[in-house]
């Protein structure tokens, strides 16, 4: 009998939707094995006699050295005079990435020869640590927009490996501080002021620094106002140009080696979103805009610090302190519901996602967000408020984007297989084979729980499977899927993920169903609003029979949904009345 090649093993793998997840990934270690055998073979070929050896090490140390150096000299003209330095910064870059290629070229044939799953498993993930570790010291080294890369790389958990987002954690609190000097200096040169005509007081220390700005403390001198000044870091503009060049020359170099992993959409995301990022004055009407929105939803405990004043580098707002969202000490000793702060992020961003004309924040990351205890409740009776920083990176969804979108979910929620791949078809152009990767992607969850009930907590099993699935094959096929979707998508894929993030690090047990329902409740809405609209535009009033009966339908099903989120919220607050830990108590899963 002639053995599976490596397209029917791939196809098997991937594509086989009645495949369990064991066996798939199996089908596709196979696969993955053979593909690299056919790629990275040390074989001799045809032509293996002819001429002199060329070794790879040498020609990808040349190519990578000689292709960084033309970026470093395209990025820079002879108008600034710091030759040294983008010599030294190209330099690091060029030399991490060469060793980087190398050492998984060598790896990946080292692994090719053992036939030992756990031998050939050791040798990829000793690959990856020593790759991660290398790439760090160069982001750390260079700074500014790399951190940023680093940081975002770190929060991609469902697409690179454990090794390389885990060495890269770090960088979400290690971030260059610069000097009170230099700010001095670019307050003056951008404001035509003395810092200290200004400010009575300013912290010479910063509370905090990120990867492009550091956050000081200052007294206005004219109101005595304590505030926030957000700063960039001064340096950071006359380095943007080459960073930018390096970051896109090194994704390219990536695909030429690994074409299967082609991460160049992820280069061209960095460069359209971070001038918008080093915009203070578009940050800081988007926190206006932030903020006149909620205005209308009392019910929701967010605060936007106001704005004061803005210029390009420089952002003034009111100063809004809180702790962090996963500072589980300071939640539990101040008495504050661990599953509310949950219900409440679910509700605001969702509203960002779902709301009309509603603005989407695009990086929701732990240090974007911090929870204070209030001394009086609120309407809806919370006893804490959620402060939302950094609006640098916002987002408007298209109208028909999100009505697709909510469907979507819809279907997920209600278990509708086919409904799912019509409107996952709408949103991204996802194809039927691509179909259980998006799923997957867009919900964090094994296909197979996709497509039976995503209502349960994620198992270890589960976790792993997804993670092996990952390892031996599927990777590849998510990559290239990522880069053919809209970037929208992929900026609500980025927001998902960190606000699945936030919620797990809350530690909450009471299952996924409330943070589901709470989703349903803005999908339904959505639709609903479709539904109206087209009511409204068809011909006679919308009492006329026809348009009566399909407003009633529409009002029916918008119902059935508030009404599933209605009692579990009764039962939530009657297990508090008499006394039931609320995180403890199992997820009843009759209500869907």
Known sequence: MKPLSLASLSRIGSNNFTTCTTCRIQLLKRANWLRRSQRYSTRPTASAGRGPRIRPRAVVLTATATGAAGVGMLAFTDDIKYGYDVTERTGRVAAALALCINDYRTSLNQREKSDDFDERETILKQCHKRCAVRTLKVLEKNGG?????????????????YEWTSTFIPLQDKCPVSSYESIEEMFRRDTGEELLDYFSDFAHEPIGAASLAQVHLATVKETGQQVAVKVQHPGLAQWAPLDMALTKFTFSMLKRFFPEYDLEWLSSEMEASLPQELDFQLEANNAI??????????????????????????????????????????????????????????????????????????????????????????????????????????????????????????????????????????????????????????????????????????????????????????????VTMLGQVPRIILLILKTNDLTRSLDESLHTRQGPMRTFLILAHYCARTVLREQVDEIRQSPGSLLSPGNAIRFIAAWMGYIRVELKLEFFELGLRIRRLVGFNTTEYGTPAALI
């Open 289 to 478: 805009r932030t903020k006149q929105h909620f205005r209308k939803l009392p019910e929701l405990p967010l605060v936007i610090p106001d704005v004061i004043w803005a210029k390009k580098r420089i952002l003034v707002m009111a100063n809004e302190s809180g702790s962090r969202l996963d500072d589980l000490d300071y939640l539990d000793s101040n008495g504050i519901d661990r599953d509310e702060v949950s219900a409440t992020l679910a509700h605001i961003f969702n509203e960002m996602i779902f709301g009309k004309n509603a603005p989407l924040h695009c990086d929701p990351h732990g240090g974007n967000i911090a929870i204070r205890k209030t001394s009086k409740k609120r309407r809806g009776g919370k006893n804490f408020e959620i402060i939302i920083y950094d609006h640098g990176l916002y987002r408007d969804i298209p109208e028909n984007l999100q009505r697709s979108y909510a469907r979507m979910w819809l279907a997920v929620i209600d278990g509708d297989m086919e409904a799912m791949k019509q409107h996952a078809h709408d949103v991204a152009g996802i194809s039927e084979e691509q179909f259980p990767l998006f799923a997957s992607a867009i919900t964090g969850r094994d296909y197979l729980v996709v497509s039976s009930s995503i209502l349960e907590s994620r198992s270890e099993e589960e976790k792993k499977n997804m993670g092996d699935a990952l390892q031996e094959g599927l990777l590849s096929d998510l």
């Open 145 to 161: 927009i790399f951190i940023k890369l680093g940081q975002h790389l770190s929060a991609m958990t469902y697409l690179l490996p």
